[in-house]
């Protein structure tokens, strides 16, 4: 058996097992795993140093030239190059970025004018969910199937921000096409109404610093919205995901909905457990730099009851929401303030793009908050964000586990003895933006070095990126492989393909993959 890059002295970590094995790539792929394999003549080999090796990890959610931040009131500081340079030097070989449907556009479109940026440009493997802001009948079944031919095969969807939410009403259209098709749907949700009355009245009162964000989004805004899009995916029996979790409660109708076995799954962030609502307090206006949506949670006990969701079950994904807007504009301007001439020097919350930095550092701040300090397994851990990501956006196991046919993208960690101890600092990373919501947090072990496909693209004995822009590939997806919908209705009621083909549709039922 021939190879071309040996993986030695390593222990394996997947989401199922931790074994000491090297393992012999060939072609970019991996071909086996075995004890004490001797390197052919002219192989490359990697010594692991009994560090463990992970599987290169999947961030699901990252926003990366976004125009329409632009709906959102931001200027992406990262285009695709530095994006991709940032995910890799945390340990991300895989990213999927948002296409943004402008209102009156088709998704093709959006699809279309995301690839341009991105082609050429990246060093990472990457891909697209499709942002639906239009869910008319004509878009949902006229695009979707060519869509899915394509690799697209996820959408997300918003109940807030004027550019983006839909109706209740339009969320029912998506969930229809969306369980018909067998296309994953990632739900933002937050009460819309809720946070237009706060912030209203908020503003009238001259309460408008950066920590009024989150007065203007307590965390019953998500957990209301989360209820209420549950019910209505309950109605459609289409499986769906909730992207950024952070309030206690909206977990706890997203346990309750899993314990009735509902195909409900839970995506939440490193800042929702690792940061909380004091950042927005920070002098002057450098609590803008913590403001994201939902809000960093005010109390801090919430952390723990997010890294208990974390750690029990509930969450399917940790993932990053990288979303990088900068905190001085190209004149050295603080951004939000320029919007907000003459009054307070702590701005206006209204005007502070929501988002935080953070495809980079979200390994890291995993593997040592998470692995490190105890809290999880390395196979939880790799669970968390490297497979199950995987799974649920189609791409497994091309990407996310270490088995013979995965694509050979690896993250080298050291061995618990060799541990280097650093901090986060903005001026280490690779992301254009201009700071770190976590500057200053230790580290208590970054990547050794980050591998997709065989080839080497980040060295963390010199923290440099080198793979060039255009080595990252653009992913074709398949569909989900966890649980998918489960034929449960609430009434007779049965959507009309169904009655149509006059059976139960079992391709898409549960119990197993639902149709790849
Ligand atoms: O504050 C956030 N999360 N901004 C990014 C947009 C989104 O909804 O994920
Ligand atoms: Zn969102
Ligand atoms: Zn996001």
């Not at 974390?310 to 990088?324: F, L, M, Q, R």
């Amino acid at each position: 058996l021939q190879f071309d890059l040996l993986i030695k002295n390593g222990i394996v970590v997947t989401a199922s097992d931790e074994v000491r094995a090297d393992v012999a790539v060939k072609d970019g792929k991996v071909v086996m795993l075995a004890l004490g394999l001797e390197a052919p003549e002219g192989c490359r080999v990697i010594d692991a140093e009994g560090g463990y090796v992970t599987p290169g990890l999947v961030d699901s959610h990252v926003h990366v030239a976004q125009s329409a931040a632009k709906a959102l009131g931001a200027k992406s500081a990262d285009d695709w190059t530095s994006a991709s340079r940032s995910a890799v030097a945390g340990g991300c070989t895989s990213m999927i970025a948002f296409a943004v449907q402008n209102r009156g556009e088709s998704m093709q479109a959006a699809v279309d004018a995301y690839h341009q940026l991105a082609t050429g440009n990246a060093v990472a493997d990457y891909s697209f969910h499709v942002i639906v802001t239009d869910p008319s009948k004509e878009q949902m079944h006229g695009e979707l199937p060519s869509l899915i031919e394509q690799g697209i095969t996820s959408i997300k969807i918003y109940s807030t921000y004027p550019a983006l939410k839909l109706s209740d009403e339009q969320i029912l259209e998506c969930f229809y096409a969306a369980r018909q098709y067998g296309v994953t749907t990632m739900v933002h949700a937050e009460n819309s109404d809720m946070i237009a009355w706060m912030t209203r009245d908020l503003a009238a009162r001259g309460m408008t610093a950066p920590w009024n964000h989150g007065t203007s989004r307590p965390p019953i805004v998500e957990s209301e919205a989360t209820n209420r899009v549950l019910a209505l995916s309950e109605l459609m029996d289409c499986p769906v995901l909730f992207v950024h979790v952070s309030a206690p409660d909206a977990f706890k109708v997203i346990r309750e909905a899993q314990t009735r076995a509902m195909s409900v799954f839970a995506e939440t962030c490193p800042h929702y457990l690792l940061l909380t609502g004091k950042e927005m307090r920070a002098p002057g206006f450098e609590g803008a730099k913590a403001c994201c949506a939902p809000p960093l949670r005010e109390n801090p006990a919430d952390r723990e009851l997010v890294w208990n969701s974390t750690c029990n079950g509930t969450v399917t994904v940790v993932s990053s929401d990288h979303a990088p807007t900068n905190f001085y504009d190209e004149n050295g301007k603080q951004l939000g303030l320029t919007k907000n001439p003459g009054k307070s020097p702590r701005g206006d919350f209204r005007y502070i793009p929501n988002g935080l930095p953070g495809v980079e550092t979200r390994g890291p701040l995993m593997w040592s908050e998470g692995v490190c300090k105890g809290r999880m397994s390395p196979s939880k851990f790799v669970e968390l964000n490297c497979t199950n990501a995987a799974k649920l956006y189609g791409m497994y196991p091309q990407k996310g586990t270490i088995q013979p046919g995965s694509d050979a993208d690896f993250v080298i960690w050291r061995s618990p003895t060799a541990r280097k101890t650093s901090k986060v600092t903005v001026s280490n990373l690779h992301s254009a933006c201009d700071y770190t919501p976590f500057e200053g947090h230790d580290i208590e072990d970054w990547p050794v070095m980050t591998i997709l496909r065989g080839e080497v693209v980040y060295d963390g004995a010199t923290n440099n990126v080198v793979a060039k822009p255009g080595y990252g590939q653009f992913l074709k997806r398949g569909k989900s492989v966890l649980s998918g919908p489960r034929n449960k209705w609430l009434n007779e009621w049965r959507p009309s393909y169904l009655d149509a083909a006059g059976e139960e549709d079992t391709q898409n039922a549960s119990g197993g993959a639902n149709g790849k």
